[in-house]
């Protein structure tokens, strides 16, 4: 019906047209001007419950109007008019889709981080004696591992000790203690590298603690404004 209608506004313009340059009517190219704009409005007025049109920007960066939604591999966005051509919907291009994509996926983990840590820790003093618990045990660590440190070190001192005694007494080189030497070396090296371990592991879980405090502190603020405003 539509398309009917198309072509029987298409031949009357032409004729006019025809009709119009013969007689070399002014008024009459006015007429036909005023035609043409009924013309292309009825384009968009023709049966208004299915009247939908596309904006988009095809692949020469030109503008296009069409009755049908661009190609599937389409990545721009694109713009749905109604039959007076006002935008009611915007499309969102592929990286749009993409963005939204990954902010909700962002805002699902926030939310299920919340969740766990109310589920965790009933009250805020639950949180702060977790936050103790667990740092005093890398801190108990650190302590016991020095305390190796020390003996390393009291070991180390004393083979040299021994070498450097040896080396004064004009003593044979002993391969046993030179090998006790390295091995000792090698624990004082292993041993200060999980101290340093640790005390990151350390930093990093107190950044943690007081990151889930804040939050948590947040969530029960707000929670006491919606009970006061229910």
Do not use: C
Not at 8 to 16: D, V, Y
Not at 106 to 134: N, T
């Amino acid at each position: 019906m539509n398309e009917l209608i198309k072509n029987t506004n298409a031949r009357h313009t032409a004729q006019a047209l025809d009709r119009a340059s013969l007689a070399g009517d002014h008024w009459g190219l006015r007429a036909l001007g005023t035609l043409l704009f009924v013309t292309a409005l009825a384009l968009f007025t023709i049966n208004p419950a299915d009247a939908r049109w596309y904006k988009w920007v095809d692949e020469s960066g030109n503008i296009s109007y069409q009755d049908k939604p661009p190609p599937a591999n389409y990545d721009n966005s694109t713009q749905v008019l109604n039959s007076h051509g006002v935008t009611v919907k915007r499309i969102p291009s592929a990286e749009e889709e993409r963005l939204m994509a990954a902010k909700k996926e962002l805002e699902d983990q926030r939310q299920q981080r919340d969740q766990a840590l109310i589920k965790s820790f009933p009250s805020e003093d639950d949180l702060l004696r977790s936050r103790e618990k667990r740092i005093g045990h890398i801190d108990a660590t650190v302590s016991r591992m020095h305390d190796q440190l020390v003996i390393l070190n009291n070991r180390l001192l004393s083979i040299e000790n021994k070498i450097n005694y040896r080396k004064t007494q004009g003593l044979r080189h002993s391969a046993s203690l030179d090998s006790d030497r390295v091995a000792v070396l090698r624990s004082i090296n292993s041993t200060n590298a999980l101290i340093k371990s640790k005390l990151k592991e350390r930093r990093q879980v107190a950044a943690k603690f007081d990151s889930d405090l804040d939050r948590y502190r947040e969530l029960f603020t707000a929670t006491e404004s919606a009970s006061m405003n229910e």
